[in-house]
């Protein structure tokens, strides 16, 4: 009898024991959850799996993952899964993966997470992101947001339902972060180096940018696998209201920092043209591994060749100062070549201009070349200049014939693929304020109005 009592009291102790510590792991497992949690929703683009190369401290590391069946979300995986296996600096994601016909409706009823994060076809972009926000989600967004004048209308009202279910709407700007695009602006806010921004003509703009993209490359040292839907501009988008939205934001950024830009007020459009990138049948499989193209191509095929309106070119005028952004889409770049940047900003003083061709190895290079070439001028400029190396260290100036050349420490060199890591971290940041910058919201309406109005007037309407 007293065996038993014993027995008893131990198994007693024990499961008492082991309730403790069931309680102890809940509670360590409540403290170290993270206060943001993704929802990666269609991930048809691969800056959805961009943004997971890198941990973040305040994002859990459980990711929930709606999308239909197929190689989009198969292909986002798969990079993740590359990430966490990599030799440095391996990341550590759980992907929770819904596949199903229903899998909008099914995220937004679960509300697993509280930052949808969306990086994929463009035609339904705007419908998702509207409706996340409707549900009170944050919003994480790959550009473009919206494609037309149609997508224009319904992201106002998303921007509207985001300030009223106090959530945060947001695009990633990556080119913000590359180091040039960077050190133009801060260079353009310098007097002393810059003088003040001209206005320009539509002939000659005071500031352009222009952009030459490729659809055949590497990503993270693999051949891209681009999907057959992104060569229909229904479903991408033309040229003009995608990577345009990048230039179209640079100049915003760049010109006016920190300033809002109003569309009705501050904004006109001068002038904008559209033109196609011609493929092969054998381009067209290099690129996507389809055989054949899809019956949605069927109208844009013409004796075998794809015509995809990829370029665009937009001349407009805000706040009074002319600007021009044009993009050029080819198949492949030559080799030991890339995707290339080209940007000046002419001031009263000197012209800012950023090059990346031949000379400059490919690689994007700053120039400071100066109209006033007195010595007094070169004085205020090597005394201007400290300012920006407090905020870069290593960064100089180097002389040469036009003006000088902007060297820059590779340590600033990270890459396209480290600017989607940077974009998220000061997403992280307004989220932790609780609002985006007071000129974000207003200046992202701005962008958009631009591409798909000069959309629409390219394309014969007014």
Avoid at 353 to 366: A, T
Wanted: proline share 5%.
């Amino acid at each position: 009898m007293k065996k038993e009592l014993l027995t008893i009291a131990l198994l007693s102790a024990m499961a008492l024991n082991q309730g403790c510590n069931s309680k102890k792991e809940e509670a360590k497992e409540e403290t170290t959850k993270k206060p943001l949690s993704l929802i990666v929703v269609e991930p048809g683009h691969f800056h959805a799996a961009l943004l997971q190369k890198s941990m973040y401290a305040d994002v859990d590391s459980v990711v929930h993952v709606y999308a239909p069946e197929g190689p989009d979300v198969k292909a986002y995986l798969d990079k993740v899964d590359k990430y966490n296996a990599a030799p440095e600096n391996p990341t550590s994601w759980k992907e929770e993966v819904y596949t199903g016909t229903d899998f909008l409706d099914k995220m937004l009823a679960d509300k697993k997470g509280n930052v949808v994060v969306l990086a994929g076809n463009n035609q339904k972009k705007t419908d998702y992101i509207k409706k996340s926000v409707d549900a009170g989600l944050n919003v994480l967004a790959d550009k473009p947001m919206a494609i037309d004048a149609a997508g224009f209308d319904k992201l106002k009202e998303a921007f509207a339902s985001a300030e009223k279910n106090k959530v945060l709407l947001y695009d990633i700007m990556t080119e913000r972060y590359e180091i040039t695009n960077a050190l133009q602006r801060e260079l353009a806010s310098l007097p002393a180096i810059f003088g003040e921004l001209q206005k320009g003509t539509p002939e000659n703009p005071a500031v352009m940018k222009e952009s030459v993209h490729h659809y055949f490359k590497y990503i993270s040292g693999e051949p891209l696998v681009r999907p057959s839907w992104f060569f229909d501009v229904a479903q991408q988008g033309e040229g003009m209201v995608d990577v345009t939205t990048h230039l179209v934001d640079l100049v915003q950024w760049s010109a006016f920092p920190d300033a809002v830009v109003d569309y009705e007020k501050d904004v006109k459009l001068l002038a904008t043209k559209r033109t196609a990138t011609q493929l092969t049948p054998s381009q067209f499989k290099l690129v996507t591994k389809n055989d054949k193209y899809p019956d949605f191509l069927s109208k844009d095929v013409k004796d075998s060749t794809l015509s995809v309106y990829s370029n665009g070119e937009i001349n407009y005028s805000l706040k009074g100062v002319h600007a021009k952004v044009s993009v050029l889409w080819n198949f492949q770049a030559p080799e030991g070549t890339g995707d290339t940047h080209y940007s000046i900003m002419k001031g009263s003083k000197a012209n800012l201009i950023v090059r990346q061709g031949k000379e400059q190895k490919y690689k994007p290079v700053l120039f400071i070349e100066n109209t006033d070439k007195s010595k007094a001028y070169e004085d205020g400029v090597a005394a201007a200049f400290k300012s920006v190396q407090d905020k870069y260290p290593g960064v100089e100036l180097k002389k040469i014939a036009a003006g000088w050349e902007i060297t820059i420490p590779a340590k600033y060199d990270t890459g396209h693929e480290s600017h989607f890591a940077q974009v998220a971290n000061k997403y992280m940041e307004y989220l932790k304020a609780g609002k985006l910058p007071e000129w974000e919201v207003p200046n992202m309406i701005t962008k958009y109005w631009i591409t798909t109005m000069a959309l629409k007037q390219a394309k014969g309407g007014k």
